[in-house]
């Protein structure tokens, strides 16, 4: 579980801004269903963040820089001479040579650690890894610019032996992370095991699938799991109002050789290498419709946006929970009907234990759920030099959420919609541009 991530310095983040998953202390606990907070060491953490804000406020960016964050941890460089990806504020002249700095504090087994990371164009400047209560540095890394090298200390009380310790600052040069080397290197040591761990396994973030993957996730092969999928698919798919009452997946496997002819010789080899066997399998995915007239299948190309994009996010919700994760999804309502949305949160949090969502969103409706923990949203906005804040306005349940969150945010974009006067100005601009195209025209 995460308790906070803090950004310095990475694409529109040019201060500090922390995204914090605490819930509030003016929130009592017995105020709204526990379901959407797990308490550790006496604090409440949030299972879900609402991520709100207009296009271009930031939403999407503290997304990547989380997984930007994860990538520097547990991704070793293939070349010394490569350099760490690089991504700092552009819209000053101070802050395009500073470092960038990422820091996130989770919970492993209950057990508070920090993660801290600064990155320049050049190198990794620093690097900390410690646990919090009970108070123990496992290392600390970095750079010396008078003579040029890294150097790491290592607590006293930690568990790294003598022997990794040794490997590790052989290893270790200015392009990687500490936890990176380690998990690329078969070295002993079960809190960097740990650490190495949550960030591979337990930090995502969710791209969207194809129809292909979504037939490969539903068939894996694990017949008690698909068994489990299906079931709670159908459930759902009942609940939120389709007629869909069973799925099939169709699997259609041909050999290499059938396919040799008929494609170029480069592409083919690629092929070849990813299907050592000598074959290929592809798989359909097929909805069964309950209909008055008997059941009717539909290939999935035939099916609406919405049903493809809920049975997308029950995948990912069910890899969520079973693996225990943090992940991020982006614009999490594209495609699906509030209700239904609505409808699939308040499942996820019911079902949730030792995960997280972050979501971003442009769906206001949802901020009418009546189940909704105010302390959960978290509203982006920037400011006139191009700088994302993240802001937590705790706005009690009497009040109208939504009415308070339209008047924190720029209002001129929904005064500009209500007026049709404020519109004229585009029909000008439009008969400018077709007066120009006529006259090319005649001419």
Known sequence: MVESFTIKNYMSYRDPVELSFLASKKEKASALPPEWYQEIDGKRILRLLLCVGLNGTGKTKMIEALQ??????????????????????????????EPSELSLTYYINNTCHYYYIKVSEKRIEEEILKQISPNILLYHRSYNSET??????????SDISKSTQQALKLTVIQNSSV????????????????????????????????NQKIADKLKTGNLERDLRIKNLLLQLLKDVGT?????????????????EKN????????????????????KTLRLIHSTPLGNKSLDDSYESLGTMNIIKLLLVMYDVVIGRKCSCI???????????????????????????????THDLSLLKSKNLRRDAVRMFEKDEY??????????????????????????????????????????????????????????
């Open 243 to 259: 007629n869909v009452c069973d799925y099939e997946v169709d699997e259609l496997t041909f050999n290499l050789s059938d396919i």
């Open 330 to 360: 982006d614009e999490i309502e594209y495609g699906i009907h509030t209700k239904a949305l609505d409808f699939l949160l308040k499942m996820y949090l019911t079902i949730a234990d030792n995960c997280q969502f972050v979501v971003t």
């Open 386 to 443: 191009g700088v994302t804040q993240i802001k937590r306005k705790y706005v009690h349940n009497t009040m109208n959420f939504v009415n308070a969150y339209e008047k924190i945010l720029d209002e001129q974009l929904g005064l500009m919609a209500e007026s049709l006067d404020s519109l004229s100005k585009y029909r000008g601009l439009i008969q400018t541009f077709y007066d120009e195209f006529e006259g090319d025209k005649r001419e």
């Open 179 to 210: 936890l990176s080397v380690f998990g690329s290197l078969n070295l002993e040591s079960q809190s960097l095991k740990a650490n190495y761990d949550f960030f591979n396994q337990h930090i995502s973030l969710i791209r969207k699938s194809s």
């Open 68 to 97: 930007y964050l994860r990538m520097l941890a547990v991704y070793k460089p293939e070349k010394p001479t490569d350099r760490p990806a690089y991504r700092p504020f552009l819209l000053d002249e101070q802050s395009r040579y």
């Open 263 to 282: 494609i170029p010789e480069m592409l083919f080899r690629q092929i070849q290498r990813e299907h050592p066997d000598g074959q290929i399998s592809q």
């Open 148 to 157: 040029d090298t890294v150097s790491i200390k290592f607590g006293s009380d």
